[in-house]
């Protein structure tokens, strides 16, 4: 196989495809991750001019890097690694809910870490290799919401410094973070027109700026370690509920 390869987790559906979509019109073999949404993914593969499915439950870390080292095993440029899948489910800091805490730290911290590693020390790429996590604005703009996933992102986040110390020279390691894109649980479309324009720039941030933040990182000459925000400036706000909150009181108050 001639074309670099890319594999993106959660790549079937919303930002993870728009990222897919993003690498395989730039003419990359596209390896698209899922779990459950098998249909979705072999429907956007088949949209591309070079693509595959492959399965996976990260909530097994054991079999997420086996999955990697199987990739590298018969990918001759496998130039970069995003973790874009992740799980979002409500707590409070007040009030920690055990398994939702244990799903987020293995899938959102823990099995992309340590598919990172993997590839690291398995993928092949005469150009150097790339690891994105996607993370969160939230790190720089907290609230007491979604206190797992939140908690899981920023143990995500304390991973690209060091992943990028341990790297050769010409691999590199960075953090992607998005704000509100997507409607989220149980957003209607009108929530998420309100909630998505909270930032600085008053606008909607596409999934799309966020896949050409991606394809960026992937091919340009940034340093690691680095957190590259795609949000319309929300992380500058201090916002002291998560936007589907906020829309909600704002529209309840009016």
């Not at 370690?225 to 704002?250: K, M």
Request: charged residues 20%; proline residues 5%; contains cysteine.
């Amino acid at each position: 196989m001639s074309r670099p390869a890319v594999l993106v987790t959660g790549g079937a559906k919303r930002i993870g495809a728009a990222m897919v979509r993003r690498f395989g019109v730039e003419g990359w073999h596209v390896v698209i991750h899922c779990n459950r949404s098998a249909a979705e993914g072999q429907a956007l593969a088949a949209t591309l001019p070079s693509a595959e499915v492959v399965r996976c439950d990260l909530a097994d870390g054991a079999a997420a890097v086996a999955l990697v080292e199987q990739l590298a095993e018969r990918l001759p440029d496998w130039r970069a690694l995003i973790n874009s899948a992740s799980v979002l489910r409500p707590d409070l800091a007040t009030a920690l809910e055990p398994a939702t805490f244990a799903e987020a730290m293995h899938v959102n911290a823990a099995t992309p870490a340590r598919m990172a590693q993997a590839y690291l020390a398995h993928a092949r790429s005469s150009a150097g290799r790339r690891v994105i996590h996607l993370t969160d604005q939230k790190l720089a703009n907290p609230n007491a919401d979604f206190f797992s996933y939140t908690m899981s992102k920023h143990a995500l986040a304390s991973t690209v410094a060091m992943l990028e110390m341990a790297s050769a020279p010409q691999d590199r390691v960075y953090a992607l973070a998005p704000g509100a894109i997507l409607p989220s649980l149980d957003q209607t479309s009108e929530e998420a027109e309100r909630s998505h324009r909270m930032n600085l720039l008053r606008r909607r941030t596409s999934a799309e700026e966020v896949a050409d933040a991606a394809f960026m990182l992937a091919t340009g000459p940034l340093a690691g370690g680095q957190t590259l925000f795609v949000d319309s400036g929300q992380h500058l706000l201090a916002q002291p509920r998560d936007v589907i909150y906020l829309a909600r009181e704002e529209r309840d108050s009016a």
